[in-house]
């Protein structure tokens, strides 16, 4: 009997007056690993072995296999602890059970032996316990400021939980949080397939934006509603107050004497620009007269599609190119301010300390970190990426699901204008002032 623990507070028999709530996504005969393109998959079999050849674990969901019979029954049964609702029961000569939602849930997974001749007997009883286990997170590659944004939550479901955590993730974001973290093993996507680490996991959580994701399978609630970072909180059942991460950089020197800002100015689709044509012109001649160097730290001095580019701002000094995230970050960790959209840089100055003058209008303020020094108009058109009926286009780089094609598009930012942003960037340099600060 595994999990006795829970033995007292339910029966040691299948009979359960509760309803079920849902069917499991999948009865078979044998296991199928759950389409997962982005991440890699579970282990072929659960990795828990049980009595009398069951095995489960809770890797993509609650799975348990129940090896076929020729005599007598399986009653398999899947509850929410903290809810205490029975999830699915079934039946069954032999098959595998998988829940339908792929999101932290404290489950318990019973079976018993139904023989027909003689009472039920209980086989298995496991309540979900991830103390000492090997537990993997992962998150999708290519995206730095959500992986920033979640990562501070799979900590705090360490802590939580007590267990062996793995954090599968871009090896370009590692060397900036591992050394802060020497209790959770970092590894990319390659590395978890080459150790095989899905063969010794208890438990394995996915974290991403699941647009499609009517039925709630991989989230508990619409990120669009709670927030891209705090989406994390609730996919994996943990306190969804927002966190920055640590940041451990091999150097902490300040780059330049004089007083600078940081800047930003690429973004993955135009409406993540600043598309006020004379924005950052103004904004940097204001910096520049008051004695501030201004320094862009985009990845690329250029970007854009087909006829629209997005070049390096006149008067901004140029530290674009493929360097390690460490040297922005450290740029970052002594700036006076940082001037950029919703983009990865704007939750990497975020996570350095740095004060976040942030710009954007398609996306409503509860979508990123708190920031006293936000950017909107709330007299344009605004928050178009957190509606959840307008389905986000990441081919479309001229997305805009209200406006496009008419002189609107892109209002939300086209409308913030220099003088507002001036004005917020006096707030950061008067706070700067009554710190001490250059």
Same mark, same amino acid.
Request: net charge negative.
């Given at each position: 009997?595994?999990?006795?623990?829970?033995?007292? +507070?339910?029966?040691?028999?299948?009979?359960?007056?509760?309803?079920?709530? +849902?069917?499991?996504?999948?009865?078979?005969?044998?296991?199928?690993?759950?389409?997962?393109?982005? /991440?890699?998959?579970?282990?072929? !079999?659960?990795?828990?072995?049980?009595?009398?050849?069951?095995? *489960?674990?809770?890797?993509?969901?609650?799975?348990?296999?129940?090896?076929?019979?020729? %005599? #007598?029954?399986?009653?398999?049964?899947?509850?929410?602890?903290?809810?205490?609702?029975?999830?699915?029961?079934?039946?069954?000569?032999?098959?595998?059970?998988?829940?339908?939602?792929?999101?932290?849930?404290?489950?318990?997974?019973?079976?018993?032996?139904?023989? #027909?001749?003689?009472?039920?007997?209980?086989?298995?009883?496991?309540?979900?316990?991830?103390?000492?286990?090997?537990?993997?997170?992962?998150?999708?590659?290519?995206?730095?400021?959500?992986?920033?944004?979640?990562?501070?939550?799979?900590?705090?479901?360490?802590?939580?939980?007590?267990?062996?955590?793995?954090?599968?993730?871009?090896?370009?974001?590692?060397?900036?949080?591992?050394?802060?973290?020497?209790? %959770?093993?970092?590894?990319?996507?390659?590395?978890?397939?080459?150790?095989?680490?899905?063969?010794?996991?208890?438990?394995?959580?996915?974290?991403?934006?699941?647009?499609?994701?009517?039925?709630?399978?991989?989230?508990?609630?619409?990120?669009?509603?709670?927030?891209?970072?705090?989406?994390?909180?609730?996919?994996?059942?943990?306190?969804?107050?927002?966190?920055?991460?640590?940041?451990?950089?091999?150097?902490?020197?300040?780059? %330049?004497?004089?007083?600078?800002?940081?800047?930003?100015?690429?973004?993955?689709?135009?409406?993540?620009?600043?598309?006020?044509?004379?924005?950052?012109?103004?904004?940097?001649? *204001?910096?520049?007269?008051?004695?501030?160097?201004?320094?862009?730290?985009?990845?690329?001095?250029?970007?854009? !599609?087909?006829?629209?580019?997005?070049?390096?701002?006149?008067?901004?000094?140029?530290?674009?190119?493929?360097?390690?995230?460490?040297?922005?970050?450290?740029?970052?960790?002594?700036? @006076?301010?940082?001037? #950029? @959209?919703?983009?990865?840089?704007?939750?990497?100055?975020?996570?350095?300390?740095?004060?976040?003058?942030?710009?954007?209008?398609?996306?409503?303020?509860?979508?990123?970190? +708190?920031?006293? *020094?936000?950017?909107?108009?709330?007299?344009?058109?605004?928050?178009?990426?957190?509606?959840?009926?307008?389905? /986000?286009?990441?081919?479309?780089?001229?997305?805009?699901?209200?406006?496009?094609?008419?002189?609107?598009?892109?209002?939300?930012?086209?409308?913030?204008?220099?003088?507002?942003?001036?004005?917020?960037?006096?707030?950061? /340099?008067?706070?700067?002032?009554?710190?001490?600060?250059?």
């Amino acid at each position: 009997m595994d999990g006795a623990a829970g033995l007292d +507070a339910r029966p040691d028999q299948p009979a359960d007056p509760a309803p079920v709530l +849902a069917k499991p996504e999948v009865i078979a005969s044998a296991p199928t690993p759950p389409p997962a393109p982005n /991440f890699p998959p579970p282990a072929e !079999q659960p990795t828990e072995v049980g009595p009398r050849g069951l095995r *489960y674990d809770f890797n993509f969901g609650a799975r348990v296999t129940l090896p076929n019979r020729t %005599i #007598g029954k399986w009653l398999v049964r899947l509850r929410d602890l903290d809810t205490g609702n029975v999830l699915f029961q079934s039946e069954n000569q032999g098959a595998f059970v998988r829940s339908s939602k792929r999101f932290f849930v404290r489950f318990s997974v019973e079976v018993f032996d139904v023989d #027909g001749a003689n009472p039920p007997t209980s086989i298995l009883l496991h309540d979900y316990d991830a103390r000492d286990r090997e537990v993997l997170i992962q998150f999708p590659i290519g995206t730095l400021g959500d992986t920033l944004g979640w990562f501070p939550y799979a900590a705090r479901f360490a802590a939580v939980h007590g267990c062996r955590l793995t954090c599968a993730m871009s090896g370009l974001i590692i060397p900036i949080l591992k050394d802060s973290y020497p209790h %959770i093993r970092f590894l990319t996507h390659d590395q978890v397939i080459e150790q095989k680490v899905a063969e010794t996991a208890y438990a394995t959580y996915c974290l991403g934006l699941f647009f499609d994701d009517v039925e709630c399978t991989q989230q508990p609630t619409d990120f669009r509603h709670v927030g891209l970072h705090r989406t994390a909180g609730y996919i994996l059942g943990v306190d969804p107050t927002e966190e920055s991460p640590r940041l451990t950089l091999p150097d902490e020197s300040r780059p %330049i004497a004089e007083p600078y800002v940081c800047i930003a100015v690429q973004a993955s689709t135009q409406c993540k620009q600043w598309n006020n044509p004379n924005g950052w012109h103004e904004v940097i001649s *204001y910096l520049k007269s008051h004695g501030y160097r201004v320094i862009c730290i985009d990845q690329k001095a250029v970007g854009g !599609q087909g006829i629209v580019w997005t070049h390096i701002p006149h008067g901004a000094e140029d530290q674009t190119g493929d360097r390690p995230l460490a040297e922005r970050a450290r740029w970052l960790r002594h700036a @006076t301010g940082f001037i #950029g @959209t919703s983009s990865g840089l704007a939750w990497l100055a975020w996570a350095a300390g740095c004060p976040v003058g942030l710009i954007s209008g398609f996306t409503h303020p509860t979508n990123e970190f +708190a920031t006293p *020094y936000r950017v909107i108009n709330w007299h344009a058109c605004n928050s178009c990426w957190n509606d959840p009926r307008l389905r /986000f286009d990441h081919k479309d780089f001229l997305w805009c699901p209200r406006h496009a094609g008419t002189p609107r598009q892109f209002e939300c930012s086209k409308l913030i204008t220099a003088a507002h942003v001036i004005g917020v960037m006096k707030s950061v /340099f008067e706070r700067a002032n009554a710190d001490g600060q250059d």
